[in-house]
């Protein structure tokens, strides 16, 4: 879906969209494309690249906040589609930060020796509660999924930290109003837009800018690293005066910094692992490299993660 398919349906301009966001083209799924099944292409790659089976895997982690159903989790389907008979599987809804919780989690759980293999997986079809009378919000968003395979080391590669924060008190500056149990969606509902994502963009982008720099800041500090040693940053791809700005305050240059926006637009919890899946298909990762991730979505809630390849 380019920029120009964008103008026959709302008052915008390609010039607009590009200069204010990066976006040049986004993908949509299919109607009968859930998001477990994006889910599942991602998950088979990752699996099969880490030379793993899928028996071998103890815990899936979905980062979705479009599930097939609002009961079960989105991580129980993929888990039944992808046959993964020794796992525990489970959502994470932190909306765009959905990859980075999953990566902590992930940690948290093989460092404590509970797990041995965790599959992490962000995966969304935004197309589902997406506005497309909205302007503000429609040009924004597209569909996709990227998935890692985490795994135990002694060898001073992984994450080395990570740094997580919300805020509950920004929760209408980029939510869905109605369809929860606050506001549920009941006779006589009238469909006004509020179902669908509403976005107060100039806030969240001034909030976005100051959490993910020092997001960014602090978890260099806490790996004990120099923001000099930084191999790459993979951002989360919400907007490239947002990266921009990121690589400025930590005075890396921009050809340390992944970016893939024009291409997929903001896939949410999806956006990280497909940037991972990208820079490191091309080249631009090698063994020992310190990769710093960062990411920030409705909550609000933002957070980042160092990890060594
Ligand atoms: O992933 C989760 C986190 N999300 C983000 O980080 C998103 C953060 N926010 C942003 O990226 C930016 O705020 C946007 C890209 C959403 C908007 O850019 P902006 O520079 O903050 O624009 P704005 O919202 O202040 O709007 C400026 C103008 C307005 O017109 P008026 O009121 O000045 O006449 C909007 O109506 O741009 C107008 N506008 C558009 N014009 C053409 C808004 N959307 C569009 C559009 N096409 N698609």
Redesign the pocket.
């Known amino acids: 879906m380019t920029n120009a398919d964008?103008e026959k349906i709302?008052?915008?301009?390609d010039e607009?969209?590009r200069t204010?966001?990066g976006i040049k083209e986004r993908r949509f799924a299919e109607d009968d494309v859930a998001v477990s099944d994006l889910a599942v292409e991602a998950c088979k790659n990752a699996i099969k690249s880490s030379g793993l089976k899928n028996e071998d895997i103890d815990l899936l982690v979905c980062g979705t906040v479009t599930p097939d159903y609002r009961l079960p989790s989105a991580a129980c389907i993929i888990q039944e589609k992808m046959d993964l008979p020794n796992a525990v599987a489970f959502d994470i809804v932190s909306?765009?930060t959905g990859f980075i919780n999953g990566l902590s989690v992930a940690a948290s759980f093989i460092e404590t020796g509970q797990y041995k293999n965790v599959l992490v997986v962000g995966a969304e079809k935004l197309t589902s509660i997406m506005n497309f009378t909205d302007?503000?919000?429609?040009?924004?968003f597209g569909d996709g999924a990227g998935a890692a395979v985490l795994t135990g080391s002694d060898d001073g590669s992984g994450i080395l930290s990570t740094f997580l924060r919300s805020n509950g008190k920004y929760r209408e500056l980029?939510w869905i109003p109605d369809g929860g149990t606050a506001k549920p969606i009941d006779e006589g509902y009238t469909f006004d837009g509020s179902d669908k994502v509403v976005?107060n963009?100039?806030d969240?982008?001034k909030i976005?800018v100051k959490q993910m720099c020092d997001s960014a800041v602090r978890v260099v500090k806490d790996a004990g690293i120099d923001s000099e040693q930084i191999g790459l940053i993979i951002p989360?791809q919400?907007?490239i005066?947002?990266i921009e700005a990121i690589a400025k305050r930590l005075k890396v240059s921009m050809d340390k910094v992944f970016v893939n926006i024009e291409k997929y637009g903001?896939t949410?919890a999806a956006?990280i692992p497909i940037a991972l899946d990208e820079a490191y298909e091309q080249g631009r990762i090698k063994d020992g490299d310190y990769i710093l991730m960062v990411a920030?979505?409705?909550g609000l809630i933002w957070g980042s993660a160092l990890m060594r390849w």
């Open positions: 964008f709302v008052e915008t301009s607009w969209i204010r966001t909306a765009c302007r503000n919000t429609c040009v924004l980029l976005m963009g100039a969240v982008f976005a989360h919400a907007n005066r947002i903001n949410s956006s920030f979505g409705g």
